[in-house]
Every structure is written in structure tokens, then in C-alpha cells.
């Protein structure tokens, strides 16, 4: 069983930026951001594999959020910059065996407001 932590969130004005952090306990091959906004879909905003042979974007934040993690502290990180009023939401952090949507293991969750 993994369990996973995510913290960083909050609130912040268009155009700043912020770092989400997910501290993982257990072996994960495959790590990941999702974020779900109120009345909308959950959307795969990143994933990254345990060793960096392959990484994914939505189209929403190419070139704004970048994914990371740090294999000794077996934590996924998301840095974010150019904010936007519509990166408003619940992002979550997931993990399993192998790079899909359907993730396995997910935390619970952490808010990110973006003012204008």
C-alpha cells in the first residue's frame, strides 16, 4: 500500500507561483498531478515515471508547470509559474505501477486558489 501526502498549496494572485510536494511512502514507478475544479472533470495535469523516460503535460500548462521528483525523498514535485485564475482547484497527487490516468493510489488532495 502507498500512502501519499501532498502539501504546498494555497492562495495566490495571476501571475505568481507556487510548489506542490507529495512525499510518498512505498516503491512508486509512476507519480502524478491531477487537479479537479468545482462542476468540472478531473484533469491529468502531469506524470512523470521513477526513472524520467517519460513525462506528460496537459496542454493547459505546457511551458507554465513543471513536474520533478527526488528519488531519495521519494517525493513528486509541481512547480507552477504563470498562474491562472483557471488553475483554480483541488490538485491531488497519484502514484502506481505504470504511466495511466487510472492511477491506483491518491492522496488527499490540496487547495490552490488563483485570485485576479
Known amino acids: 500500500q502507498v500512502q501519499l501526502v501532498e502539501s504546498g498549496g494555497g492562495s495566490v494572485q495571476e501571475g505568481g507561483s507556487l510548489r506542490l510536494s507529495c512525499a510518498a511512502s512505498?516503491?512508486?514507478?509512476?507519480m502524478g498531478w491531477f487537479r479537479q475544479a468545482p462542476g468540472k472533470e478531473r484533469e491529468n495535469v502531469a506524470l512523470m515515471s521513477r526513472d524520467d523516460d517519460f513525462t506528460y503535460y496537459a496542454d493547459s500548462v505546457k511551458g507554465r508547470f513543471t513536474v520533478s521528483r527526488d528519488i531519495a525523498k521519494n517525493t513528486l514535485y509541481l512547480q507552477m509559474n504563470s498562474l491562472k485564475p483557471e488553475d483554480t482547484a483541488i490538485y491531488y497527487c497519484a502514484a502506481g505501477r505504470f504511466c495511466v490516468s487510472d492511477l491506483p493510489y491518491w492522496g488527499q488532495g490540496t487547495q490552490v486558489t488563483v485570485s485576479s
Open positions: 512505498g516503491y512508486t514507478y509512476c
